[in-house]
């Protein structure tokens, strides 16, 4: 059973660019929560999908954008990077409907790098 | 609003030492409560879980339990090993819509043999 996956795994962009992660959930999980982490702190909720729309989005702008396809993997997308948008991306899949334990599994995450 | 304070770390023991992480919350409710464990170069692994007051969450000889009165969650082990060295997030997750977890700020541990 496949667990929760990311791509790329590292990512250099320059500051202005635009870049898409990708992420696939565990199997039967029907729901995609990002989080970015910076070094040396605790992931921060970005936003999180269900049924292909947005539930939920955490204190980030515009600028941070994303989507879930019928298979319910999903995409981040960030416009206009800034050098402070450089962490590690986490994608975390759960399933909505599973009683009150809410657990999330994580994947390995994106390292974002913008120079 | 919703948070966790975790204490500072870093945290540096030898082999076979006790080890306590303290972690408090601050919700409204009655959040189902977590600790995550993140090795380097790694994503989260959920380590243990509790749902409600009183539980007692364990896993790979580490324990936590759910304190409602002193709004509590503090991981321990009772000897640990040089394999436990990472970082630890003691989490809570709000349910409003979305199932949003709330991460502390990490506790960095590490184990000398």
């Known amino acids: 059973d496949a667990g929760v996956t990311q791509s790329p795994t590292h990512l250099i962009k320059t500051r202005g660019q635009q870049v898409t992660l990708r992420c696939s959930p565990k199997?039967?999980?029907?729901?995609v929560s990002w989080y970015q982490q910076a070094l040396g702190q605790g992931p921060q909720f970005i936003f999180q999908?269900?049924?292909?729309?947005?539930?939920q989005r955490g204190n980030f702008p515009d600028r941070f954008s994303g989507h879930q396809f019928p298979n319910y993997s999903s995409e981040l997308n960030v416009n206009a990077l800034l050098l402070g948008d450089s962490a590690l991306y986490l994608c975390?899949?759960?399933?909505?409907?599973?009683?009150?334990?809410?657990?999330?599994?994580f994947g390995p995450g994106t390292r974002l790098t913008v120079t | 609003g919703d948070s966790v304070t975790q204490m500072e770390g870093p945290v540096t023991l030898s082999e076979e030492a006790f080890l306590t992480i303290n972690c408090t919350y601050t919700?409204?409710?009655?959040?189902?409560l977590f600790w995550y464990v993140q090795y380097p170069g790694e994503g989260l692994q959920l380590l243990l879980k509790?749902?409600?007051?009183?539980d007692k969450g364990s896993n790979k000889g580490f324990e936590a339990t759910y304190r409602k009165e002193t709004t509590s969650f503090h991981l321990e082990k009772g000897s640990v090993q040089v394999s436990d060295s990472a970082v630890y997030f003691c989490?809570?997750?709000?349910?409003?819509?979305?199932?949003?977890?709330?991460f502390g700020q990490g506790t960095r541990l590490t184990i000398n043999p």
């Open positions: 975390a899949s759960s399933f909505l409907d599973r009683g009150a334990s809410y657990e999330q599994y």
């Open positions: 199997s039967g999980h029907d729901t």
């Open positions: 999908y269900y049924e292909e729309e947005e539930r």
């Open positions: 919700a409204t409710g009655y959040p189902s």
């Open positions: 509790a749902t409600k007051a009183d």
């Open positions: 989490a809570l997750v709000i349910i409003q819509g979305a199932q949003k977890l709330v």
